[in-house]
């Protein structure tokens, strides 16, 4: 079995640039989380699908992002025009079920925004 | 909103000391998860909790789930250098409607 799988692992690019980051999640689960981090931070909720229905997003999302899970598979998390603040580590992550349940991080994609 | 609070922020400790981090939610939770994040890695899933008063046990460390179900806690005994990482709580509301909310963790440097 799988883990969550995300790419690219590590993304350098110029201010205003756009970027998109793909997660692979674990194939019977049917909840997908974007999360973001910083250092000496826990992860910060952005967003959930559950499967092809993106069902919250959090204030921290602003419209430079968003994200998509069209088939309920895999997704994609594009930042448009970045902005310095914008470097961090984002976390996809999965679960099979509600809230309650566990759920799996892969590995993260870093983004330093120069 | 929710929010769930880790102390300490850091904890240096000697090799064979016992550490312990303690977690706060402001809302009650329907259970608590433990993760652990390496330097440089990913937030890997410990162990969750679910009722009032519970204890689990893995190797070395004790994981309880306070009685009111609003905090918890993680003792570590007789740490070793591969206990190194930062341990985070997180839960979601007693409600279950909410996404898990992650406290900031507790970084630990174990000094051989």
């Known amino acids: 079995d799988t883990g969550v799988s995300q790419n690219p692992r590590h993304k350098i690019t110029k201010r205003g640039q756009n970027v998109t980051f793909r997660c692979d999640p674990i194939?019977?689960?049917?909840?997908l989380y974007w999360y973001r981090q910083t250092l000496g931070q826990g992860p910060e909720f952005l967003t959930y699908?559950?499967?092809?229905?993106?069902?919250?997003k959090s204030r921290l999302l602003s419209d430079r992002f968003s994200a998509e899970r069209p088939k309920g598979s895999f997704s994609t998390l594009e930042i448009q025009r970045t902005e310095q603040g914008d470097s961090a580590m984002y976390l996809c992550?999965?679960?099979?079920?509600?809230?309650?349940?566990?759920?799996?991080f892969g590995e993260g994609s870093w983004l330093t925004v120069v | 909103g929710q929010q769930v609070m880790q102390i300490p922020q850091y904890q240096h400790v000697q090799e064979g000391e016992d550490f312990t981090t303690y977690c706060n939610s402001s809302?009650?939770?329907?259970?608590i998860q433990w993760y652990k994040q390496r330097p440089g890695g990913h937030p890997v899933f410990l162990i969750q909790?679910?009722?009032?008063?519970e204890v689990k046990k893995q190797k070395r460390l004790t994981f309880q789930f306070g009685e009111a179900k609003k905090n918890s806690s993680l003792h570590i005994t007789a740490t070793q250098t591969t206990d190194v990482g930062t341990y985070f709580c997180?839960?979601?509301?007693?409600?279950?409607?909410?996404?898990?909310?992650f406290g900031k963790g507790t970084r630990l440097s174990v000094i051989a």
């Open positions: 992550a999965s679960s099979n079920g509600g809230f309650g349940n566990t759920i799996y």
């Open positions: 194939s019977e689960h049917n909840r």
């Open positions: 699908f559950q499967n092809e229905a993106q069902l919250e």
């Open positions: 809302t009650t939770l329907s259970n």
């Open positions: 909790l679910v009722k009032s008063g």
């Open positions: 997180a839960g979601p509301s007693s409600s279950g409607n909410t996404p898990l909310v």
